[in-house]
């Protein structure tokens, strides 16, 4: 049932019967429409009919609608999302919507519809033991009048007529082989006039074909079972199913009075859906119309009320229009990459014309990133997709889990070590809004146990990222307009690594010491184009309060800034030796000052 829940289908079809309510809704007002002004239970009938067609088919359309698209070319599949990542201190806390509860929806008629089924399924049984148990066949003499009645009518079937213990008026039975079933007596004692009508009135009914209509319309009843509109379509039909046999009757030059006699003459009574009654729908109605005629109608105001409510309400769940959705390859590189592809790497996508070189594009870019060059599966790109997939799930709500500062996080250095979680935000002397901090115990080209803090001050469920809580860290910042972000290089290979940290294109850098001696000589060079800063420093003293424009030496880390540098691409060389010459280290660093 959870992975059910949580796959596509559920969700499509949440939301499926979420917007069919306005799509009933929206069909039976029309169907009103109708009703308030044609006079032709024909035409009424028929316009029934299409509403209950209308509204099955939305529903349908919508579902087929609502599932995500299989693949397309360009597109890459999102691997399934990962577990619940380790939290300390408390749970990890993702914004509530109450359209994360549509996917409940889904079970919950699947069961209606099978209720629904069931009973429709036993009803038909009913109707067709009622064929079979406690009946006989009529006399010779009516058999003869209800041949001569059915040519008279134009029914091509064969019908059979028998009386039965077990029903209360007359009701047809079966589709291909149909019978007319009548209370044991009635033949005898109602005037022949008179019944002979009745007995017209279920022809009619085989004429038409409604007894399979009629079981049609039953499984329809059971698919759209939660909705007001669709029960009040299918009474429509059956009103309407009766008065159209009414009127053949009445056509087949049977006096009106003398049918409408016939009607009240019928106890009225009712049994399983699955056949279908002489004395269906409203008898005082049918009667009242057989005598005065069918005059102007107007629909009842309760029901149109309802109606034009329903559809209000449920116009108001159908989304707001969005902009033409992204082509694939627009999509990979605007969402699917966003966060590691470089700014060359953007461009030159940019400059492609033709989808072959996209896709050679795109091959090329996931095999530089392989950490197995050649193997058949690239775990990287396996491991970018599952994180993507992993925050849009776990951090959706009015945007997209992958624009969230969690998401972003979370997909470009993965999950966090550890993760301190405050739902409530109540903690001593501390925040009273819900925050959360991750830490990285490692972040390649960031540093060590880097902590970064999110907030949700709005308590909107969104979580903005804020400076980091644990200096001399890094402060990494970003999410909001207007908020400057620290970024920082670091020089590759193992053990220590120099970094560049950068804000608001003011460069701090910080070389490890890693030599025995207690004296060096440390040239940086940086270099802009042509363009070169250099000094140098030889015995730097320990930091005081703070670096200032000289180099300092602390934590075994000789560091130097800051240093205010124009927008460009720069690289950081960097090389440190001891005061004997016996031993050297260099470094490289490249990065970009926007």
């Known amino acids: 049932m959870n992975t059910f829940l949580q796959g596509a289908a559920a969700k499509a079809l949440g939301w499926t019967l979420v917007h069919s309510l306005w799509e ?83 079970p919950v008629w699947m069961l209606g519809v099978v209720l629904f089924q069931v009973r429709w399924i036993a009803s038909w049984a009913s ?17 003869v009048k209800l041949e001569a009645l059915r040519i008279r009518l134009g029914v091509t079937r ?21 019978a007319i079933l009548v209370p044991l007596g009635l033949l005898a004692g109602l005037p022949v006039g008179q019944m002979e009508a009745i007995l017209l009135h279920e022809l009619a009914h085989i004429r038409r074909g409604d007894y399979l209509v009629n079981l049609l319309q039953v499984f329809a009843e059971g698919v759209l079972f939660y909705h007001p509109a669709a029960w009040w379509i299918s009474r429509v039909i059956r009103a309407e199913r009766e008065n159209c046999c009414d009127d053949i009757v009445v056509a087949a ?111 090329q870019f996931w095999d530089r990133r392989n ?38 996080i979370y997909i470009t250095y993965g999950p966090p070590d550890e993760i301190e979680s405050h739902p409530s935000g109540t903690r001593a002397g501390d925040r009273g809004y819900p925050w959360e901090q991750w830490m990285y ?43 400057m972000a620290v970024l920082l290089w670091q020089s590759e290979g193992p053990g220590q690594h120099a970094s560049v940290a950068l804000s608001n294109r003011q460069m701090a850098i910080t070389v490890p010491i890693e030599f ?23 015995n730097p003293p320990s930091c005081g309060a703070g670096p200032d424009d000289g180099a300092c030496i602390k934590d075994k880390f000789v560091t130097r800034g800051p240093l205010t540098l124009p927008p460009g691409s720069y690289t950081l060389d960097a090389q440190v030796r001891a005061a004997d010459g016996s031993q050297e280290k260099s470094y490289v660093v490249k990065f970009k000052v926007n």
């Open 24 to 106: 009933g809704a929206a069909a039976a007002l029309a169907l009103a429409a109708v009703v308030t002004l044609s006079r032709s239970a024909r035409v009424r009938y028929g316009a029934a009919c299409a509403a209950m067609v209308a509204t099955l088919a939305g529903f349908a359309v919508t579902f087929l609608r609502m599932l995500p698209a299989q693949g397309s070319a360009g597109a890459v599949r999102l691997e399934p999302a990962a577990p619940g990542i380790a939290s300390v201190g408390g749970a990890l806390v993702s914004s509530w919507h109450a359209a994360d509860l549509l996917p409940w929806l889904a």
């Open 127 to 143: 109707a067709s033991r009622m064929r079979r148990v406690g009946v006989c066949r009529a006399s010779d003499e009516w058999m």
């Open 158 to 178: 064969a019908v059979a007529l028998l009386e039965s213990c077990l029903t209360e008026v007359p009701v047809v039975v079966g589709y291909a082989k149909p």
């Open 253 to 363: 030059r049977v006096d009106a009075h003398e049918y409408a006699s016939a009607l009240a003459a019928l106890e009225e009574s009712r049994i399983g859906q699955a056949a279908l009654a002489a004395t269906g729908g409203s008898l005082v109605k049918r009667i009242r119309r057989l005598l005065n005629g069918d005059g102007p109608r107007v629909a009842p105001a309760i029901p149109a009320g309802v109606l034009a409510v329903t559809f209000a309400v449920a116009l108001m769940a159908w989304p707001a229009p969005q902009a033409a959705k992204p082509t694939p390859y627009q999509k990979w590189v605007t969402e699917d990459v966003v966060y590691i592809i470089t700014a060359e790497e953007k461009q030159a996508f940019a400059g492609l014309k033709a989808d072959e070189e996209r896709e050679k594009f795109i091959a």
């Open 371 to 408: 950490p197995v060059p050649g193997s058949a599966e690239n775990q990287f790109r396996k491991e970018h997709y599952r994180r993507i997939a992993y925050v849009n799930d776990r951090y959706k709500g009015t945007i997209p889990g992958w624009k969230t500062d969690r998401g972003r």
């Open 441 to 483: 115990h490692l972040i390649q080209g960031v540093g060590t146990n880097i902590i970064i803090d999110f907030e949700d001050r709005g308590n909107t469920g969104e979580f903005h990222m804020t400076k980091d809580p644990n200096p001399p860290q890094a402060q990494m910042r970003g999410g909001q307009a207007g908020v």
């Open 516 to 538: 025995a001696a207690k004296a060096y000589a440390i040239r940086w060079h940086t270099a802009r184009g042509v363009e070169d800063i250099a000094w140098s420093a030889v």
